[in-house]
């Protein structure tokens, strides 16, 4: 129920279970989380905001609309109402958790998790901004996007999120 500090925080509370007790039997390490470094912390960090669901039906549109030669309609579509969708599944998220633990349905804002779902939009964006195939690619001759810039802005945008997180971030738990 503790809200992460930091990217390392929570970078740690998505690897999984916290480390066992003094005294107890350590895991070989090959079980044990990957180790990490400050890219790999970022990467899940922004991961940890944008719900899976989201993300995994984004990437399977934009894989069946996205053509080499250019940026589709159906592309900025996609884009749009994902980016409409993502606070709403975070809330749907969050209600579940709220129902699950035999509480009422949190339907006034005051109850949302307003951080998450903000968090979760902005990494969205970032993530669909450096996304390959992303209809972002429709700028790139005018100069307004490139790749390497894209993978700046995720570490940037995740490592913010990352430093911003313990002062908005509330458990998500009711």
């Known amino acids: 129920n503790a809200v992460p500090e930091g990217l390392e925080g929570i970078a740690r509370a998505i690897a999984g279970p916290p480390p066992a007790p003094p005294g107890a ?16 912390n970022a990467l899940q960090v922004i991961a940890a905001y944008i719900p899976t669901e989201v993300l995994t039906l984004y990437v399977g549109f934009i894989a069946a609309l996205h053509k080499e030669q250019a940026v589709t309609r159906g592309e900025w579509t996609t884009f749009w109402c994902f980016l409409a969708a993502t606070p709403i599944v975070v809330w749907v998220v969050y209600a579940t958790k709220v129902r699950a633990a035999g509480r009422s349905l949190p339907l006034r804002p005051q109850q949302w998790p307003v951080w998450e779902m903000c968090a979760a939009t902005i990494a969205y964006v970032a993530w669909a901004y450096a996304l390959p195939g ?29 430093l911003l997180a313990p002062l908005f971030q509330r458990p998500l738990t009711p």
């Open 25 to 40: 039997t350590p895991k070989p390490p090959s079980e044990g989380p990957p180790p990490s470094n400050g890219a790999t």
């Open 134 to 162: 992303t209809p972002f690619l429709q700028f790139e001759q005018a100069g307004y996007y490139s790749s390497s810039i894209a993978g700046l802005v995720v570490l940037v945008v995740s490592t913010v999120l990352g």
